[in-house]
């Protein structure tokens, strides 16, 4: 069955960096486009960023513009987010999933699978 497995998650101080892993399984990776959500606590889950199936094309939401990059290996079947400059307002679990979609899917039911979450604190 298809499994997303997220990791890279922990504790930081703000101004530090993180990098994510998401790595996928049961499926073809390079057919999804990949993205990655997260969820505050009390708060909705939110968009964060995107990449295309082959990985030209990147979408971020505009709280991480220049801090946040988003990348893939296909021959690996893993997306990466590398985190830089983190603010605590970046505390979250954050999540990996899968879209069919064409263009930039940036809303939950775009999406399809989901990864279990890994979760980010920043400490300020």
């Known amino acids: 069955q298809v499994q997303l497995v997220e990791s890279g998650g922990g504790v930081v101080q703000a101004g530090g960096s993180l990098r994510l892993s998401c790595a996928a399984s049961?499926?073809?990776?390079?057919?999804?486009?990949m993205g990655w959500f997260r969820q505050a606590p009390g708060k909705e889950r939110e968009f964060v960023a995107a990449?295309?199936?082959?990985?030209?094309?990147?979408y971020y939401v505009d709280s991480v513009k220049g801090r946040f990059t988003i990348s893939r290996d296909n021959a690996k079947n893993t997306v990466y987010l590398q985190m830089n400059s983190l603010k605590p307002e970046d505390t979250a679990v954050y999540y990996c999933?899968?879209?069919?979609?064409?263009?930039?899917?940036?809303?939950?039911?775009?999406?399809?699978?989901w990864g279990q979450g890994t979760q980010v604190t920043v400490s300020s």
């Open positions: 999933a899968t879209s069919r979609r064409f263009g930039s899917p940036k809303t939950l039911d775009e999406y399809n699978y």
């Open positions: 049961g499926l073809t990776f390079s057919v999804y486009i």
């Open positions: 990449v295309s199936r082959g990985g030209s094309m990147t």
